[in-house]
């Protein structure tokens, strides 16, 4: 056992013990004061270490050897919570109703503070700067965004960046990632069906928004099946219907809303150019007319093949090539560490979580998920020898800086 695993293992209980605290206290986006503060008592004195703080508002950056020369790493956690009630029945569970970790960015600032605890202790082994990233408001509000645009990335200037996400689907003592798009582009739209209203029982001297509505919702889904190649990814999503006040009205107008997942650029320009097309062209052939509101949420998340290809190689010799799976789908689900990954080269990869023997196990989001305390001492070890190896051994990945 290295110096390195002695003092993860005993640090494991503490990570634990913090996890059990942020998770019992859980807050949204943007509002991750306590979050902040229980991390900023473990790793604001610790040796070495230059803390920046109220980036984006709670965020945090703590950089190790801030002055030394050579190749700067960043490890990055997100701290939000989910507006979720949970019923895990754990002895830990959240304390506040509505709000809940249900996306396991509790065991992910666990294990960051790990990592930066143990680092810190071997300062003098690393040949650059490492940099921790805390960061607000994944879910919602572009947390990730906001810091980039705040300088994260600078001062040192990072080479790259690595991030681990809790994993349902992957057995506790596993991981995975892959080169190219991990994870989905982001684009929210909402369609309002304006017709006439009327009174239910003289449907014909009105014209239905609800009945427009329900032709749009299954018109999109042509967009999937016929309009896009079935080797591509998309998905449609109509998440939102509101219409209506009472059983015996048809009202003027209803709303949609929804959102649009890909994962290529031009993939996702055209899917949004087609569901105005539909909207429009729908409500206009039944009498109607829509108003289309479409944005652009996160892009999509591209792993570095350089930084997916480093991430591999250690965790192979850290784990074994059984534990290591270097192929995991592409996800639809969206992520905004995708903003750092189009500054630098990045690797966002996957944390088993599941415990071993254990079948429908909860998935993100759910009511009933909890991170595997058992995961922590795994994702600080491969973050740990990610940031010892990495001015070593690091050759440059193909990102460029904007």
């Known amino acids: 056992m290295t110096a390195i695993e002695r003092d993860i293992q005993a640090l494991a209980p503490a990570m634990i013990d913090l996890r059990h605290e942020i998770h019992a206290h859980p807050e949204l986006g943007y509002e991750e004061r306590e ?11 610790l040796p070495g ?20 020369q050579g190749p700067c790493v960043a490890l990055r956690a997100d701290m939000d919570a989910l507006p979720i009630t949970e019923e895990t029945g754990k002895p830990y569970a959240s304390k506040h109703a509505g709000r809940m970790h249900a996306c396991g960015h509790d065991g992910h600032v666990a294990c960051l503070v790990g990592v930066a605890t143990v680092l810190a202790r071997h300062a003098d082994a690393l040949s650059g700067p490492v940099k921790f990233i805390f960061q607000p408001a994944e879910e919602s509000g572009g947390g990730g965004e906001k810091m980039v645009a705040e300088g994260v990335l600078d001062n040192p200037r990072v080479d790259a960046a690595f991030a681990l996400h809790g994993w349902p689907t992957l057995d506790v003592g596993t991981v995975g990632t ?29 014209v239905d928004p609800i009945v427009i509505a329900a032709h749009v919702v299954v018109a999109l889904q042509t967009i999937v099946s016929r309009n896009t190649d079935p080797l591509d990814s998309v998905v449609v999503t109509v998440g939102k219907i509101e219409a209506g006040t009472a059983v015996n009205i048809i009202p003027p107008s209803a709303l949609l809303r929804g959102t649009i997942r890909t994962l290529n650029p031009q993939t996702r320009r055209e899917t949004v150019e087609r569901v105005v097309r539909i909207a429009r062209g729908t409500a206009e052939a039944l009498g109607g007319r829509a108003e289309i509101a479409t944005r652009d949420g996160y892009p999509v998340l591209v792993n570095d093949a350089e930084a997916a290809g480093f991430f591999m190689r250690v965790a192979r010799e850290s784990l074994g090539d059984e534990r290591v799976d270097a192929n995991v789908p592409a996800s639809l689900g969206a992520e905004d560490f995708a903003y750092v990954a189009q500054r630098v080269p990045a690797c966002f990869w996957r944390l088993g979580v599941r415990p071993k023997g254990t079948d429908n196990y909860p998935g993100l989001h759910h009511p009933k998920y909890d991170f595997s305390d058992d995961a922590i001492a795994v994702g600080v070890r491969l973050h740990c020898e990610l940031a010892m190896r990495f001015a070593r051994e690091w050759k440059g990945g193909a990102g460029s800086r904007k």
């Open 35 to 45: 979050t902040s503060r229980r991390i900023l008592e473990r790793i604001e004195n």
């Open 49 to 68: 270490m230059t803390v920046r703080k109220g980036v984006a508002g709670t965020g945090i950056v703590a950089t190790l050897n801030a002055d030394r």
């Open 178 to 206: 892959r080169a190219g798009p991990a994870l989905a582009s982001t684009n929210p739209f909402d369609i309002t069906i304006h017709g006439r209203g009327s009174h239910a029982a003289y449907p014909h001297r009105g």
